[in-house]
């Protein structure tokens, strides 16, 4: 799994690319690269899966996780572009109950406001 | 201008409320001596009850009026009418004193008095008003006494006026020169308004709920009424206003009285007053400038309230002792008059301030105004029932009155000071709920609700099943027997991970559920099949003949390494299958060993089941790995209890990866038990800090869903001071980081080290004071508007304990960078001897 991060405003995205597997991690995981930018004072985060094919459970505790830390700090982590079979395990496992999940980005990064 | 407490930006504003305070207090001050010796040299002491009827009376007409008309005018247009009104009518009742039937008539001295009461409060009440309207607590506590100040100037100016006046013959011009003085102070109130609006605190929105003044619906006295009885905390003002008015009103006969039996001569009456009330003005001032801002700042609101009612009991006891004369009288008169002046009105205004704009306009006035007002009838009341009680002489509602009644009258005194201070002591917590009431929790941790919210063990399945199905069809097999055996396969679930999942309605997740030879589930008589299938395997598992089959292939498994990955994953989730007293389950610490992290976490899973003791040191090393991490926490969560030993030991265990111990610190927060919380603050009290920020999070955690789990006050005071050591350190030292490519990365860490801190203090803070309150004033103080921010400092201040509030208040007060410097010197060096 690859992740570069950007920012729009005071807004961090990360275009995730790749598996979120825990077999296929990087220096850094997701949680440690979110944990990274909270810490630097940054409260609006968007994860872009618009390259990303499939997670595993891993995956699922790494965006829970990251999902969290934000919250806890009084910010906002929202997801995008996230596959429609994706979307449709997130919704049979009722993750999309507590991730904000758009289609796409300008009304993800809209919706920060 | 920083002794007097005025920031930049604020001295016009601040000197331009000095002046209207000024001039309207020196009139007014002259104004009370000419109408009391008119009063008592014309009709005696005895004119003083009917005096404050009718004072009482007109008053509450003039209130009516007020209400009736404050919402059709704007606040300026109604103190300036108000100004011009009472000097133009000043002057006309000037002239009608100095005619032979003005002298002669009875009537004049009440009309005088009236006229004069209603001139104080209408004033006064304008001029707190637009104080109120102004600043925020914050500004208030630094601003009030400086702008109180010039009320007391003003008071001895008058007071000045009137005794020298009156001394060389000039008594005549007393009354036209208070009428100047308001009709000037009309410019100054023109000045204030124009500053108003550049004053960032009148820009900013009100903090407590409630329309905006603009918004308002015209409403009368009615509305006033119901929205003081509407409100607990205006009840409680409007009574502790009451009280202090009645009390001061018999202090204010006896005093009067006093007076009347030692001066025969008006001129030295009236003179006396003159100096009389300068002198006391004077020790109001020394009130203001040097105890009343000290008294807030050591005893908070909650306390300073108690102060007059407490002092005047003493006086009361004083009067009661001692031989009544003019001596003990001045004693308690002054100490009324100066505390009114200074403690009293500063501490009133302050318990106005978080009322909504919109509720506080239309109740200050009706307190202020009407209540006073009441208040004074029923002290006349009182008067007159205590006169006939003790079978005095009354004559047209004028008892005949002494002096041994007017000392008698200090029991009654004592009477209403025991309510008073009872009351006092509501407001003080009722304040500090008010304060609490009016900013907002602007979020909550979340690491509760989502697992309230979620069943992530079961979401977590679900993507591990669909992922097996790339590996292996036996992996896969075993995670749908698993989601039967959690009856989690529910008939979406089963379509989706099915072999039969092309026939799901959603097209694009045709390329998802395109593994092969993967059995799926039959579609008749399912119910009954999944339960059998759930039997058997249970019960084939449990066969010896099949642990023995195992066993054997579970030996190859691992003799040889080259054995594949999938092999291994596959043995350890049939393990977590098996029950725990299978032999085969010894297997597993080697499977949850293993270097390959899906293996290992397979293996992990399993061991979360079983719950075998044996599996526990294994399980904390994975702790190290980012990519084991969460499922060794998972796993030593569903031990509970049982892992508390070994968490213990791995928490104190210096030598560990700081990453492992980490981990463990998260593991005891989502146990969440007293016994974590225990070892949690046991290892913040002993530990060497560097997992300060983890231990103190995790306790936080565990606060939020337990409540009376709380720090020992012993603990949190020391690492409190600690912390904020820290934090001072680290905020002098980032002071002290130049300019310059190779320092912006160091002055980031340092920013984020401090950040760290800070956040670290509140949630410490929030251990052992209520959470809520806590985290209220540290999110507004991070992210609120500077009203709002004002208002968590003030709660913060009022709820912290003195050495506490003495290290946080200045770490969070709006100051000046040189100022804030000078202040976290102070603090480094006191906690470090602390």
């Given at each position: 799994m690859r992740i570069a991060a950007r920012q729009k405003n005071d807004i961090v995205i990360f275009d995730l690319e790749g598996e979120i597997k825990r077999s296929d991690i990087s220096d850094m995981t997701l949680h440690q690269l979110v944990k990274e930018q909270l810490d630097s004072g940054r409260r609006k985060i968007l994860l872009n899966f618009?390259?990303?094919?499939f997670i595993d459970s891993f995956g699922v505790g790494e965006i829970l996780a990251s999902y969290i830390s934000t919250h806890n700090l009084g910010g906002k982590l929202k997801l995008v572009r996230i596959s429609k079979k994706l979307f449709l395990i997130f919704q049979v496992t009722m993750l999309t109950k507590v991730l904000d999940i758009y289609e796409e980005e300008e009304t993800a990064l809209k919706s920060f406001n | 201008m920083k002794l007097v407490g005025i920031r930049p930006g604020e001295k016009k504003l601040a000197f331009l409320l000095f002046a209207y305070f000024f001039l309207i207090t020196t009139p007014h001050t002259i104004i009370k001596a000419l109408r009391t010796t008119d009063l008592l040299v014309r009709l005696g002491v005895g004119a003083l009850p009917l005096a404050y009827l009718s004072a009482a009376v007109v008053t509450g007409l003039v209130v009516l009026f007020h209400s009736k008309i404050q919402f059709r005018a704007s606040l300026l247009r109604l103190i300036n009418a108000s100004l011009v009104f009472f000097a133009a009518s000043g002057l006309v009742l000037q002239l009608a004193i100095q005619t032979e039937s003005g002298r002669r008539s009875p009537i004049l001295p009440y009309i005088y008095w009236v006229w004069a009461s209603v001139l104080i409060v209408v004033l006064m009440t304008h001029f707190w008003m637009t104080v109120n309207e102004i600043f925020n607590p914050r500004e208030a506590r630094r601003l009030i006494a400086f702008i109180s100040s010039g009320g007391i100037l003003g008071g001895i100016l008058g007071g000045l006026i009137a005794g020298f006046l009156t001394r060389a013959n000039l008594a005549g011009w007393l009354l036209p020169l208070a009428c100047v003085l308001l009709l000037a102070c009309v410019f100054v109130v023109r000045a204030v308004f124009r500053d108003r609006q550049r004053h960032p605190s009148a820009a900013a929105k009100p903090v407590l709920s409630g329309e905006s003044q603009a918004e308002v619906p015209k409403v009368g006295f009615k509305d006033s009424y119901n929205s003081v009885r509407k409100n607990p905390y205006l009840v409680l003002i409007a009574a502790a206003v009451a009280l202090g008015i009645i009390v001061s009103t018999l202090i204010e006969f006896q005093f009067f009285s006093a007076t009347d039996e030692h001066f025969r001569n008006p001129k030295d009456m009236q003179a006396f007053f003159g100096f009389f009330f300068a002198g006391l003005t004077v020790f109001a001032l020394f009130m203001n400038t040097f105890l009343t801002g000290n008294f807030i700042k050591k005893l908070g609101v909650s306390l300073t309230v108690l102060l007059t009612p407490l002092f005047l009991l003493l006086c009361s006891a004083v009067v009661l002792i001692s031989?009544?004369?003019l001596l003990p009288a001045i004693l308690i008169k002054g100490s009324d008059e100066s505390l009114a002046f200074s403690l009293n009105q500063t501490i009133r205004e302050i318990l106005y301030i978080p009322v909504a704009s919109d509720l506080k306009f239309k109740a200050k006035p009706f307190i202020d105004m009407f209540i006073s007002r009441a208040a004074k009838v029923g002290a006349a009341l009182i008067l007159l029932v205590f006169a006939v009680l003790l079978n005095k002489q009354v004559k047209y509602l004028t008892p005949v009155f002494d002096t041994g009644l007017a000392k008698q009258l200090s029991w009654i005194v004592i009477i209403f000071l025991i309510p008073w201070g009872i009351i006092g002591l509501k407001i003080g917590r009722e304040y500090v709920r008010t304060i609490n009431r009016s900013i907002k929790l602007k979020w909550e941790r979340v690491d509760q609700s989502v697992l309230d919210e979620l069943d992530v063990d079961s979401a977590k399945e679900i993507f591990d099943a669909m992922e097996s199905r790339q590996r292996s069809s036996v992996l896969y097999a075993m995670h749908v027997f698993d989601l039967l055996q959690r009856d989690k396969l529910s008939p979406e679930i089963r379509n989706m991970i099915s072999e039969k999942a092309g026939e799901v309605r959603v097209s694009s997740l045709s390329d998802l559920f395109n593994a092969e030879g993967v059995a799926g589930f039959p579609e008749t008589d399912e119910e009954i099949r999944q339960e059998d299938l759930i039997t058997d395997i249970r019960e084939t598992m449990s066969l010896d003949a099949y642990q023995e089959l195992m066993e054997r292939h579970a030996g190859n498994v691992l003799a040889?390494?080259?054995?594949s990955e999938v092999e291994k994953m596959e043995l350890a989730k049939a393990i977590g299958l098996m029950s725990p007293e299978a032999p085969l389950t010894d297997r597993l610490v080697a499977l949850i060993e293993d270097f390959s992290p899906d293996v290992s976490c397979y293996a992990l899973k399993s061991a979360a089941r079983l719950k075998?003791?044996?599996y526990i040191p294994a399980i904390i090393r994975k702790l190290g790995s980012p990519s084991t991490r969460e499922d060794a926490i998972n796993a030593l969560h569903r031990y509970d209890r049982a892992a508390m030993p070994a968490l213990e030991q791995s928490l104190a265990d210096v030598r560990l990866d700081l990453g492992v111990r980490r981990a463990v610190v998260e593991t005891l927060a989502r146990l969440g038990t007293e016994e974590a919380a225990l070892t949690l603050a046991g290892e913040l009290d002993q530990g060497g800090g560097d997992l300060d920020t983890e231990l103190v999070d995790a306790l936080d955690r565990i606060r939020a869903q337990k409540d009376d789990v709380q720090l020992p006050a012993r603990v949190a005071r020391r690492k409190l001071f600690s912390l904020v050591h820290r934090y001072c350190r680290a905020f002098l030292d980032l002071q002290e980081v130049g300019p310059g490519t190779d320092s912006e990365a160091v002055l980031r860490r340092m920013e984020r080290d401090l950040e760290t801190l800070f956040s670290d203090i509140f949630k410490l803070l929030g251990l052992y004071y209520p959470r809520e309150e806590i985290r209220k004033a540290y999110q507004n103080i991070k992210t609120g508007t500077p009203n709002s921010i004002a208002y968590a400092i003030e709660l913060l201040d009022n709820t912290l304990k003195r050495d506490i509030r003495d290290v946080i208040i200045p770490l969070v007060e709006d100051s000046s960078p040189a100022e804030r410097q000078r202040a976290l010197q102070k603090i480094l060096k006191s906690t470090q001897e602390a």
């Open positions: 618009d390259a990303v094919q | 031989p009544f004369s040889e390494s080259q054995k075998k003791p044996s």
